[in-house]
């Protein structure tokens, strides 16, 4: 179930969260009180700056390379993110997730108990996890050496030595299914999987992350190492280090990881999003007291010069939670439902904008109503000078807080890199707000979202016989 269509997603309107990984990521647990104490007081120290000074430079393979040095912390967030997400699935859709989840289920000679120990040992916390345009490997641990020098060679063995064999294969491939069958009875992952199908299409995106039964189903190890020699290559990788380390060991410390890696080559661009051509309304009947509505385009990419004016214009129209425009409309006034928010959902190529909520079966047509209302007089007239003050304030009044932490903070800079932004990105942030206008909010939009080429997914029991149902069984598989 794509998580993000929901909540807050990673990197997802410059609010830093864990990226959604279908419930494969692992993580290991602590085991030893010094370190498990030791580690919990570091996480929760905040950083002495409010920006950072991000370095950036290539390895001897030419791998692309993040740094930020902080003091007062004997610990380092390192990740390498890949070129190698869902959108790199091809027809076997759910190979990257399935691949990612078992990085770590055996590597070299160590079968996943012992990876587990080792990290374990030293107090170490890692894990995968994989999105639509990602795979990253994260690792954060103490910098004293007899500790990072175990952390880092175990990380370095399950990126360039993955087992991948049968028994592990099985297991989680089984989990995969049985997770896919589950969402059959989801009407939240319905109406998301339908929303993706609806948005894009034949295209990368279209198709869940997680993927679908059929092809999860035909999946066998040779899939997943072959995905894992194409896409897991030095030229494909890039390498994020925050933390307590100097310059050189950062530099020792990114040559270490992917020393084992072959040069390799990035994969070919992603296909441009092509907008929809009309708009549709397609209802899925499920036997539930409420139902879900997703409404949305294509809306923006990470490197769109609108980004900062959808952003800003979007917390007003449903980002700011209660004291956002939807709901104020829906809930406020008219009791609709508990919530109703909105979100553009930046990626590689343009990603979702999403309007979303949950009403009574029998309130479904009036929520749509004044959903759809609500944005087409957004759109029109843009926001008040004031409610534009006041979403100004609020996001540059909370942005410091956003990255106070090494963790938080590595997974701005695994952004920043990923998808090439401004090194000085975290520095200019609040000035590119402050630029923002009523009238490039509202000329951003125009050209943004067209009211007319919305598509519109509810799911939930029928209001009335005339709508036009699709069983869920038929929604499920792409």
């Not at 905040?46 to 430079?57: D, F, Q, R």
């Amino acid at each position: 179930m794509r998580v993000h269509l929901l909540k807050c997603v990673a990197w997802v309107s410059d609010s830093v969260t864990q990226q959604k990984n279908t419930g494969l990521q692992k993580t290991t647990t602590q085991s030893r009180t010094f370190y498990w104490l030791g580690l919990i007081l570091l996480s929760t120290s905040t950083l002495t700056n409010a920006a950072a000074k991000i370095e950036h430079w290539q390895t001897s393979q030419g791998s692309r390379v993040y740094y930020v040095h902080t003091e007062g912390l004997p610990m380092v967030d390192i990740q390498v993110v890949f070129d190698a997400g869902s959108a790199n699935d091809g027809q076997q859709f759910g190979l990257a997730s399935l691949t990612a989840g078992l990085l770590d289920t055996g590597a070299g000679k160590w079968n996943a108990d012992d990876i587990a120990q080792r990290f374990e040992s030293v107090g170490a916390n890692f894990s995968v996890s994989s999105s639509l345009d990602t795979a990253t490997v994260s690792l954060r641990t103490l910098t004293d050496k007899p500790l990072f020098d175990k952390a880092l060679d175990t990380m370095q063995v399950i990126l360039t030595q993955p087992v991948y064999n049968e028994a592990d294969f099985k297991r989680e491939k089984n989990r995969t299914l049985a997770g896919l069958k589950q969402q059959e009875e989801s009407p939240a992952a319905l109406a998301s999987i339908a929303f993706y199908n609806a948005l894009y299409g034949q295209h990368p995106y279209a198709h869940p992350e997680a993927g679908v039964i059929k092809t999860v189903s035909a999946f066998k190890t040779a899939d997943l190492k072959n995905f894992y020699q194409k896409y897991y290559v030095a030229a494909n990788a890039m390498v994020v280090i925050v933390g307590d380390l100097s310059k050189q060991q950062a530099e020792q410390t990114a040559e270490k990881l992917l020393s084992g890696l072959p040069a390799g080559k990035k994969p070919d661009a992603l296909p441009e999003v092509a907008m929809p051509l009309k708009a549709s309304l397609q209802h899925i009947e499920f036997p539930s007291t409420q139902t879900h509505v997703l409404v949305g385009l294509p809306g923006t990419y990470r490197k769109d010069p609108d980004y900062f004016n959808l952003y800003v214009g979007n917390h007003i129209l449903g980002g700011s939670g209660l004291v956002s425009k939807l709901f104020n409309e829906v809930r406020e006034k008219r009791g609709l439902a508990y919530s109703a928010s909105s979100a553009f959902i930046p990626l590689l190529k343009p990603g979702p904008f999403l309007v979303s909520l949950q009403t009574r079966n029998d309130q479904t047509t009036q929520a749509l109503q004044v959903l759809n209302q609500t944005l087409a007089d957004f759109i029109s007239q843009g926001p008040t000078e004031a409610e534009l003050v006041a979403a100004k304030k609020n996001i540059t009044g909370g942005f410091a807080m956003r990255f106070d932490t090494n963790k938080e903070l590595a997974s701005y800079v695994a952004m920043i890199g990923f998808y090439e932004m401004p090194l000085d990105y975290l520095d200019t942030f609040q000035q590119n707000i402050e630029q923002v206008s009523v009238a490039s909010i509202s000329d951003a939009l125009k050209r943004h979202v067209n009211p007319q080429l919305l598509q519109t997914i509810t799911v939930g029991k029928a209001e009335a016989k005339s709508e036009a149902v699709v069983k869920p069984e038929e929604k499920s598989v792409k």
